[in-house]
């Protein structure tokens, strides 16, 4: 069963760090591109982050403060979250594409994405 797992999320204050992990199962995990998305209440899907290989890409939102990784032998997808904002707050969803490429350009479609998880909220408040 294919199947994506988030964990990670949590109430921190602004400036704050977490780390986002993806656990990932049913799946050659080291041949598909993986992606992160978030939604925050009221808004739609933001694409924000994406790996294929050692390729990575961010959405100017995140770039800088953001670092998306993997660790292939435990097939888990991570999100380093540095410097955090308030609008940063959302639920935050691993997903992987079809392929091994990213998908392009870059997708808020849920569509694009064959397999997502159930996402993790992340809040950034005083």
């Known amino acids: 069963q294919v199947q994506l797992v988030e964990s990670g999320g949590g109430l921190v204050e602004p400036g704050g760090s977490l780390r986002l992990s993806c656990a990932a199962s049913?799946?050659?995990?080291?041949?598909?591109?993986m992606t992160w998305l978030r939604q925050a209440p009221g808004k739609g899907v933001e694409w924000i982050s994406d790996?294929?290989?050692?390729?990575?890409r961010y959405a100017d939102s995140v770039k800088g403060r953001f670092t998306i990784s993997t660790d292939n032998a435990k097939t888990m997808l991570y999100l380093q979250m540095d410097n955090l904002k308030p609008e940063d707050t959302a639920i935050y969803y691993c997903?992987?594409?079809?392929?091994?490429?990213?998908?392009?350009?870059?997708?808020?479609?849920?569509?694009?994405?064959?397999?997502r998880g159930q996402g993790t909220q992340v809040t950034v408040s005083p």
């Open positions: 790996i294929a290989a050692e390729l990575t």
């Open positions: 997903a992987r594409p079809e392929t091994y490429a990213f998908v392009q350009p870059a997708s808020n479609r849920w569509d694009d994405y064959t397999v």
């Open positions: 049913g799946f050659t995990f080291k041949s598909y591109a």
